[in-house]
């Protein structure tokens, strides 16, 4: 069975102070002035952000069992300083129950949580709006969502020195909304980030530029549903270096929307994280740029052959260039133990 056979037969069956506002004129046009949430590092100058992925979770359903173990373990292991939940939270009925079972070890742990919507999440009772609403009522989590713009899961979430008195993060997070499937008949298939969640991306990212002495501010991006890049990354291996599990091809929008380029132009994001694709957990550098996936975090309530399930751990350290990462299996096993930039070369 394939992948999209699966998941449709699957579907059928079942926090810290705010940064200083940023300017004014880095709110898009139709987007109010955003204040991203802030968090510091640790006084040993580290931060580590856990990452959750489609763990398509359905309440009181035995095939969901494994997830929710999964992400117990996960959190006990691990004991991030935040927990970034890349989509496909829950993949059933009952809606509200599955999201608050699922999220509430989180919550429980008084762990910091931002969840970026997969293209599932808003298929089942609930509207993507009122998921996202739900989410948001859960206790530690610092989701705001941006006014105006496309989606509802956009959100920036800023890592500040370990000691207070510099306004200036040392690294920005980004969440970006990435939808579920295309509505114009002419473009079928997965959606896409759209033109005016890359504007606001660019005015953001401008804004920090201009806090941090016109240099750009170290950044990573997350969401569910990767960008063509990853495709493109696959097939022009002369350009590539990567490591981990290549399973599935990946399965991007059909279209680009140019936010990969974006990215490249204001030279402040470092790696793309992402979801989606279960049986990828690789991470490649391409173009100078880290693309990476998540480990399945989920259990059989959908297709996945990459097991055990676990997560990807990114760790930051204050005052060092780049990022470590690693992939922790349910069990406790280590995979993947990279250092960004350093564990890759680009091949000329």
Known sequence: MDRRDFIRSGAAAGVAAVLPTIPA??????AKTYEPRSLRFRPDGTFKILQFTDTHYIADNAHAARAMRN???????????????TGDVI????????????????????????VAMGNHDGQYELSRKEVFDVIKTIPYNINQGVEGLYGDTNDIISILPSKGGEKCPKWV?????????????????????????????????????????????????FFHIPVP?????????????????????????????????AMKEQRDVQAIICG?????????????????????????????HLKPNGARIIQLTEGEPG????????????????????????FK
């Open 71 to 85: 992400v117990i373990e996960m959190l006990e292991m691990e004991k991030p300083d935040l927990v970034i939940h």
């Open 173 to 221: 997070l980004y969440l970006f909304d990435s939808g579920d499937s295309i509505s114009d008949p002419d473009m079928k298939g997965y959606d896409y980030i759209h033109y005016d969640q890359i504007d606001w991306y660019r005015r953001q990212s401008k804004a920090f530029q201009e806090m941090n002495g016109g240099e750009p501010v170290p950044s990573l991006a």
């Open 276 to 304: 989606h694709d279960h049986d990828n957990d690789y991470a490649m550098k391409w173009r100078g740029m880290f693309l990476m996936y998540g480990r399945y975090s989920g259990g059989d309530t959908v297709y996945n």
């Open 25 to 30: 004129h880095a709110a898009t046009s139709t």
């Open 91 to 114: 993949f059933g009925k009952p809606t509200e129950k599955s999201l608050r079972d699922i999220l509430a070890p989180i919550a429980e742990r008084k762990i910091p949580f931002a």
């Open 323 to 346: 990022f470590r990462s690693w992939v922790r299996l349910y069990g406790g096993v280590v995979q993947q133990e990279l250092r960004y930039p350093d564990s890759f070369r680009t």
């Open 229 to 261: 890049e990853f495709t493109y990354g696959l097939r022009y291996d002369t350009h590539r270096d990567m490591k981990g599990n290549l399973g599935e091809d990946p399965s991007p929008a059909n279209v680009n929307s140019g936010l990969f380029v």
